[in-house]
């Protein structure tokens, strides 16, 4: 009679154990949205409500009394658009950080794949995002939204680097955050910066006039810049104008560099992964 291997207890194979246990990855996503407005009057319409009052605050700011809704077509979509793949990258980003102080009192009773609840917070924002999405559409085509195949393709192109570059940074920063709780305090200041070191606001031809060329190429590896231009790619240049072959605002290479942010951002979720794995043994005492 053989006897199987034995195995290391409380090692295991990282993120593919997560997606081996399908179930208590739902069981957790579950949890996290049923709680999230618990007890709130306006619910999930929190969700509309946040990003609608953003959108007003910076269109008025940046649309009205600076004048960028007069110099580009479409203002409101282009800055809606871009505004709410950043918040789910930073949402996200910020809700994984904090997932394994959160869910500690499960860290120390029971052993089960613990980056499963940084995924989680992921996939949660992904669908805090999702009412969003649906409303911009909505609004898009109502101004005459007309993409072409390619354009149709960024948008989940653009999700997916925003999600996977939230994943591989949240996984880094929930662990060093269990040992040192400053890298909270950390993560709020890089969600602060996001917003504006992004081309959601402005257009990527005003960055590469002030920028030196190599920091400018250093600005677009950047994959929230590369998930922003992939997502006004889709969502705002069919409502202009300026047909798909036309790169004028959006600059020559915007799929290029959404393809090279795909990269960067599946690279960070492997560094993010060595991290937590390095760190992993001490969640217990240090919770």
Same mark, same amino acid.
């Given at each position: 009679?053989?006897?199987?291997?034995?195995?290391?207890?409380?090692?295991?194979?990282?993120?593919?154990?997560?997606?081996?246990?399908?179930?208590?990855?739902?069981?957790?996503?579950?949890?996290?949205?049923?709680?999230?407005?618990?007890?709130?009057?306006?619910?999930?319409?929190?969700?509309?409500?946040?990003?609608?009052?953003?959108?007003?605050?910076?269109?008025? =700011?940046?649309?009205? +009394?600076? %004048?960028?809704?007069? #110099?580009?077509?479409?203002? @409101?979509?282009?800055?809606?658009?871009? $505004? &709410?793949?950043?918040?789910?990258?930073?949402?996200?980003?910020?809700?994984?950080?904090?997932?394994?102080?959160?869910?500690?009192?499960?860290?120390?009773?029971?052993?089960?794949?613990?980056?499963?609840?940084?995924?989680?917070?992921?996939?949660?924002?992904?669908?805090?995002?999702?009412?969003?999405?649906?409303?911009?559409? =909505?609004?898009?085509? +109502?101004? %005459?939204?007309?993409? #072409?195949?390619?354009?149709? @393709?960024?948008?989940?192109?653009?999700? $997916? &680097?925003?999600?996977?570059?939230?994943?591989?940074?949240?996984?880094?920063?929930?662990?060093?955050?269990?040992?040192?709780?400053?890298?909270?305090?950390?993560?709020?200041?890089?969600?602060?910066?996001?917003?504006?070191?992004?081309?959601?606001?402005?257009?990527?031809?005003?960055?590469?006039?002030?920028?030196?060329?190599?920091?400018?190429?250093?600005?677009?590896?950047?994959?929230?810049?590369?998930?922003?231009? @992939?997502?006004?790619?889709?969502?705002?240049?069919?409502?202009?104008?300026?047909?798909?072959?036309?790169?004028?605002?959006?600059?020559?290479?915007?799929?290029?560099?959404?393809?090279?942010?795909?990269?960067?951002?599946?690279?960070?979720?492997?560094?993010?992964?060595?991290?937590?794995?390095?760190?992993?043994?001490?969640?217990?005492?240090?919770?």
């Amino acid at each position: 009679m053989s006897v199987p291997a034995l195995e290391q207890p409380g090692r295991g194979l990282g993120l593919l154990d997560v997606f081996r246990n399908n179930y208590l990855l739902t069981l957790l996503v579950r949890k996290e949205t049923r709680l999230r407005y618990r007890g709130s009057i306006l619910g999930w319409l929190w969700s509309y409500v946040k990003p609608v009052a953003q959108f007003a605050i910076f269109y008025l =700011a940046m649309g009205e +009394f600076m %004048g960028l809704n007069r #110099s580009m077509p479409n203002f @409101a979509i282009f800055l809606f658009s871009g $505004l &709410i793949i950043v918040n789910f990258f930073s949402e996200a980003f910020d809700n994984a950080t904090r997932s394994i102080v959160v869910n500690s009192s499960l860290v120390k009773k029971i052993y089960l794949p613990r980056e499963m609840f940084p995924v989680s917070s992921v996939i949660v924002s992904f669908v805090n995002f999702f009412p969003q999405l649906i409303l911009l559409i =909505a609004v898009a085509t +109502f101004v %005459g939204w007309h993409p #072409s195949w390619i354009q149709l @393709a960024a948008m989940p192109l653009a999700i $997916l &680097i925003a999600g996977l570059f939230a994943t591989g940074l949240g996984l880094m920063f929930c662990a060093v955050n269990v040992a040192l709780r400053d890298a909270q305090n950390v993560v709020e200041l890089i969600v602060l910066f996001t917003i504006w070191l992004s081309p959601v606001f402005y257009h990527i031809d005003l960055v590469a006039r002030v920028l030196p060329d190599w920091l400018f190429v250093l600005y677009q590896l950047n994959p929230v810049t590369a998930a922003v231009r @992939a997502f006004h790619f889709a969502i705002w240049m069919p409502t202009t104008d300026q047909s798909p072959g036309v790169w004028t605002i959006m600059g020559p290479n915007a799929l290029t560099m959404a393809g090279i942010g795909l990269l960067v951002a599946i690279g960070f979720v492997f560094l993010g992964q060595l991290v937590f794995r390095r760190m992993e043994k001490d969640f217990a005492q240090d919770l």
